[in-house]
């Protein structure tokens, strides 16, 4: 299975404080929750006419009413048609980018722990003393702080000038040197493992990797590009998202290999939601939803509105034609006995707090094949087990957390009645419906509701001067212009203070000297274009893509030879450019021998 390189941009136990949001739980009176069915999280029948006793927010007794003997002074919810799950968790979020209102939400809908797969490290933790200290609502968090990537993604966004504060949740890694200095600087500021989305090269993907097993820390990984051998080596603990294995590959090797990660515990986080319900919709539609959101931070809209202006129809029906590999890839790793656990990928535009986690769970079931039980499973005891607080969370028992979803309707009739929640005990403390309508009414009065409270800092001036040489580049109208440009690239001293250095700087302004090739091309100004790409060659000489489309101008101007020298040299720096083969094919030339 490999993803089409059109959809490619679109894509140890662990100290968390687990007393933490239990704290008003714990000076409470004792609570009972007579006569409610439970389904325990552990994957058994559901048991009715069960009594809960919660003493210090913790679960004291779980048993038939009859069985279970509640003190004078004790709280006392009657359960009758209503049914008990543990809390929930949704294990891929984005909570500096959903911002504070998104924190009382996730509570309000049975979503009472979380995994933070990126973000802006001292606020999350900020947040995170603030619910322990009960002093803002929210669900426990664990967190990976900010994500690791390579230093060309990292200049690629700031260049761009997006709305998100790029330097607080980015580090570029450049190289194995410095990945294992940027883990030890984020396990000293206490991440709960570590996330890894774009990375140089397999030196420096190896290196991060084994820096974060020598801190005993998790590592969650974005795979879309590793050889499958780097997984094998049990080296990633979490698949994020999915991922892709050769296209040659049968059936049986398919199995074979998530068999193999399966055995040495690598799970996937699969947040099959953001798929269908961002991915799949057309850009308009998505926009109509934004529009008519409520309780969304000022930012995260903001930042919803340029990832659908990133977005188009011609994506959409990738995606859409995509979309049951995507599935039939889950499906074939969770019968091979990887662990497929839920996120929800929230700040992904079209994901909600709590219910897109609910979603999740139910494509679970109605397109990776889960029995309603099994999902409720893999939400709330295998979440905890991965996450290695199985001991304390993640089940209904004696001993655990009092982290409790007193839900409407039965969820093992309908998955979809997880959202239907009728009350929530978070560490012990009750949290009735009225309650939980406050906590919604409390995000829609935050002031990040109002007003963009998530700003990115001044533009240094070698972000500046960088930015102006490839705007003139996409002004340039003639090859005299985009030669001016890369003088000024040439001379440009400060690019090495810039992520990456020159090098990763040469990407972006090939990519716009490219551009301004195609600009001339569409033009019918063909011997230009041709000027344009071989200046472009001539800087670049190893840029596989400049090569291709001189190849492609001279086809054009009809110059057989050059064309297919170009296409050639493209080959050559790039073998599985199949573009630059199937031209070599239509011009009866042969491919460069192989080296």
């Known amino acids: 299975m490999r993803l089409p390189a059109s959809l490619l941009p679109l894509l140890v136990p662990i100290a968390i404080g687990l007393s933490a949001p239990a704290a008003a739980g ?28 919660v003493r210090n927010g913790r679960i004291d007794a ?15 919810v009657e359960g ?19 911002r504070s209102p998104a924190l009382p939400q996730l509570v309000a809908s049975g979503v009472l722990s979380v995994r933070d797969t990126g973000g802006d490290m001292p606020e999350l933790q900020r947040w995170k003393a603030e619910i322990r200290a009960g002093e ?89 590009g590793l050889p499958p051998e780097i997984l094998r080596e049990g080296l990633v603990t979490s698949i994020e998202h999915f991922m892709e294995v050769p296209e040659e590959w049968t059936r049986e090797e398919r199995l074979a290999f998530y068999a193999d ?31 008519e959101a409520e309780g969304l931070s000022a930012f995260v809209l903001a930042d919803w509105r340029e990832q659908i202006e990133e977005s188009s129809a011609e994506s959409v029906r990738g995606w859409r ?16 006995g990887m662990r497929v656990l839920p996120g929800s990928d929230l700040a992904v535009a079209g994901m909600f707090p709590g219910s897109s986690l609910h979603h999740n769970l139910a494509l679970m079931v109605d397109e990776i094949g889960f ?5 409720i499973v893999a939400a709330t005891r295998q979440a905890a087990e991965f996450t290695g607080v199985a001991d304390s969370l993640g089940s209904i028992e004696p001993g655990k957390i009092a982290d409790l979803v007193l839900l409407e309707a039965d969820p093992l009739a309908d998955i979809t009645n997880t959202s239907r929640v009728a009350a929530v005990v978070q560490g012990g403390r009750l949290l009735d419906r009225p309650a939980l309508d406050r906590l919604l009414e409390e995000a829609l009065r935050d002031p990040a509701v109002a007003a963009n409270d998530w700003l990115p800092p001044p533009p240094s ?133 192989a080296h």
């Not at 949740?169 to 206490?190: F, L, N, Q, Y």
């Open 136 to 224: 803002r609502s929210g669900p426990r968090i664990l967190m990976a702080g900010p994500y690791l990537e390579s230093p060309s993604n990292v200049l690629r966004v700031l260049l761009a000038g997006t709305v998100e504060p790029e330097e607080r949740t980015r580090i570029p890694v450049d190289g194995p040197a410095h990945a294992a200095r940027v883990v030890d600087s984020i396990a000293r500021a206490g991440v709960d493992f570590v996330k890894v989305r774009t990375w140089r090269d397999l030196e420096t993907f190896r290196a991060i990797a084994e820096a974060a097993d020598a801190r005993g820390l998790p590592l969650a990984a974005h795979v879309f």
């Open 461 to 593: 001036p070698e972000l500046l001067e960088a930015r102006a040489i490839i705007a003139a580049i996409d002004e340039a109208e003639s090859p005299a212009a985009v030669a001016a440009a890369l003088d000024s690239f040439a001379a440009f001293e400060g690019a090495a203070r810039l992520p990456g250095g020159r090098e990763a700087l040469a990407v972006p302004v090939e990519g716009a000297i490219n551009r301004a090739g195609y600009r001339l091309l569409r033009a019918g100004a063909i011997d230009e274009a041709i000027e344009v790409f071989s200046l472009n060659t001539g800087a670049f000489p190893e840029s596989a893509n400049a090569w291709d489309s001189l190849g492609e101008a001279h086809m054009e101007r009809e110059n057989r030879e050059q064309a297919i020298e170009s296409y050639r040299r493209s080959l050559e720096l790039d073998p599985e450019n199949d573009n630059a083969r199937e031209r070599l094919e239509a011009l009866g030339a042969p491919e460069p021998p």
């Open 26 to 53: 714990q000076n409470a009176p004792p609570l009972a929750i007579r006569d409610v069915t439970v389904i325990d999280g552990r994957g058994g029948p559901a048991l009715a006419g069960m009594t809960i006793l």
């Open 261 to 291: 990660l399966a055995e040495q515990g690598t799970a996937v986080v699969a947040n099959i939601v953001t798929v269908t319900e961002n991915l799949l919709v057309m850009p308009d539609t998505l926009a109509a939803i934004a529009d």
């Open 62 to 76: 779980v048993g038939p009413a009859t069985d279970v003997e509640i003190p004078a002074g004790t709280q006392i």
């Open 321 to 336: 034609s995509y979309y049951p590999t995507v599935v039939a890839a889950v499906r074939e790793m969770r019968e091979a």
């Open 80 to 98: 009758s048609g209503t049914f008990l799950i543990p809390g929930l968790w949704d294990l891929h979020t984005h909570l500096s980018k959903m």
């Open 371 to 375: 029995s309603p039980s099994e999902a």
